[in-house]
């Protein structure tokens, strides 16, 4: 079974903090993307990788950054949490060319 | 752009009761159409994909269908641990690799 885990599951954190939500998967997925999810806005897309070392901006990419620095590991970095950016996050994989993704657990992120 | 529409944004069900989600899309060209179930503080379940007009797909009391418009779930005698959030998607021929999703349909079975 493919196995997307993030690192954690609940996050408390200070505005103006720097935050790391780590993302691994052990499916060899060439794809991995970043999504935040509130209530009545449905999933919305934030950053994504389709390669080691290169990324494409989603639909919201303002106020994040991401890293991907081996394949099977997606990082998603807030430079400077905001309480606007309290949400849960999902990070997902899926096989280049095939876009049933694969999703972790999710992350729930108080900023406050 | 890709649009996701779903109803309705909430049902109620009495165990055994069979009804239908719908999943109503706009894309310049469809690749394939995805089903998710969410149960609540977890991550997205991957159910399935449909690709072209005509096509089915069944998982136990799930059955998928694709138009050219939209998507339906079919959910017959439904019992309560099919309580979640149905999550329809949609990859778009013309774009990358992301998916847009739908916000969803809150599923209740009432034992």
């Known amino acids: 079974d493919v196995k997307v885990t993030q690192s954690s599951r609940y996050l408390v954190k200070r505005t103006g903090e720097k935050v790391f939500l780590e993302c691994v998967q052990d499916?060899?997925?060439?794809?991995m993307f970043w999504y935040r999810q509130d209530p009545g806005l449905g999933l919305r897309l934030i950053y994504f990788?389709?390669?080691?070392?290169?990324?494409e901006k989603g639909d919201i990419p303002e106020g994040y950054s991401v890293s991907r620095e081996k394949k099977e590991r997606f990082s998603l970095i807030l430079e400077s949490a905001s309480t606007n950016q309290t949400s849960m996050y999902l990070c997902a994989s899926s096989f280049q060319g095939f876009a049933e993704a694969f999703f972790g657990q999710g992350t729930r992120l108080t900023v406050v | 752009e890709d649009q996701v529409t779903q109803s309705p944004e909430a049902l109620r069900l009495q165990e055994g009761e069979s009804s239908s989600l719908n999943c109503s899309y706009t894309?310049?060209?469809?690749?394939?159409l995805f089903w998710y179930r969410q149960d609540p503080g977890k991550g997205p379940e991957f159910l399935f994909t449909?690709?072209?007009a005509g096509e089915e797909k069944e998982k136990e009391r799930l059955k998928a269908t694709l138009t050219k418009k939209e998507s339906f779930l079919h959910i017959t005698a439904p019992k309560p641990e099919d309580s979640a959030t149905y999550l329809c998607?949609?990859?778009?021929?013309?774009?990358?690799?992301?998916?847009?999703f739908g916000t969803g349909t809150r599923l209740t079975i009432i034992p």
């Open positions: 449909l690709y072209s």
């Open positions: 894309v310049s060209g469809l690749r394939g």
């Open positions: 990788s389709y390669d080691v070392k290169m990324k």
């Open positions: 499916m060899d997925h060439e794809n």
């Open positions: 998607a949609v990859h778009d021929r013309g774009g990358n690799e992301k998916l847009t």
